[in-house]
């Protein structure tokens, strides 16, 4: 089984994203069930607006596309800025939207079957309205959400220390991406013995 953790942060490599260190507690916990992750940063990466899958010319979306295929669990990883998931997030799930209209050779949606969550931090609140429009969009997409896909942190109202700056909350963040990785495991494990067949409608 493979995982892949899809970054959003605004921030090209190498500088360090507050929301990757969480989300790496969550990827440790796959691993230790067997579970091989992948990590890809979308800032580093030439990821045009658009609604296809390739837009030709030197558009580096089509490599991601590829590992969403071929991955049975995905984890969205967003910051929150201005209460909401970052723009490369939306720019993100603007581009899987063609994943609405392919189809596997049996008629199956390409996302059927397959299981996402997501990862937030910010110093500030709406890390549920962030969480809340990822899974929303990937459940259009076709995904399947399990119930308590998700983690987050914040620091509270108001300006304040970052993620890596504090242990304030870890103890709660940490536990509940462990829970997280937990819920992908069990329901991707149950898709691949018992998948949705393809639609006959």
């Known amino acids: 089984m493979k995982a892949l953790f899809l970054s959003c942060t605004l921030k090209p490599s190498p500088e360090p ?3 990757e260190a969480l989300a790496r507690v969550v990827a440790a916990d796959l691993e230790d ?4 992750v992948e990590h890809v940063r979308l800032a580093d990466l030439n990821v045009p607006p658009g609604v296809v899958t390739d837009l030709g010319g030197d558009d580096e979306w089509p490599g991601v596309h590829e590992r969403l295929l071929d991955a049975q669990i995905l984890v969205v990883v967003s910051p929150t800025w201005l ?3 970052s723009s490369i997030a939306q720019r993100m799930l603007e581009r899987m939207d063609a ?3 392919e189809k596997r050779s049996d008629g199956t949606p390409v996302a059927y079957n397959r299981v996402a969550g997501v990862v ?3 110093n500030e ?3 549920h ?3 809340s429009e990822i899974n929303g969009a990937l459940a259009d997409i076709g995904y399947t959400i399990p119930g308590q896909a998700w983690t987050y942190w914040n620091q509270g109202p108001g300006p304040g220390a970052e993620y890596p700056q504090t242990e304030h909350g870890h103890e709660w963040s940490h536990g509940t991406g462990r829970l997280m990785a937990h819920n992908l495991h069990a329901v991707a494990s149950a898709l691949a013995a018992h998948p949705v067949p393809a639609p006959t409608v």
């Open 33 to 36: 069930r067997g579970v091989a």
């Open 125 to 127: 609140d709406g890390a």
């Open 129 to 131: 309205h962030v969480i």
């Open 17 to 19: 994203s507050n929301t």
């Open 99 to 101: 994943m609405l209209t």
């Open 120 to 122: 937030v931090t910010g």
């Open 83 to 85: 209460g909401r998931p």
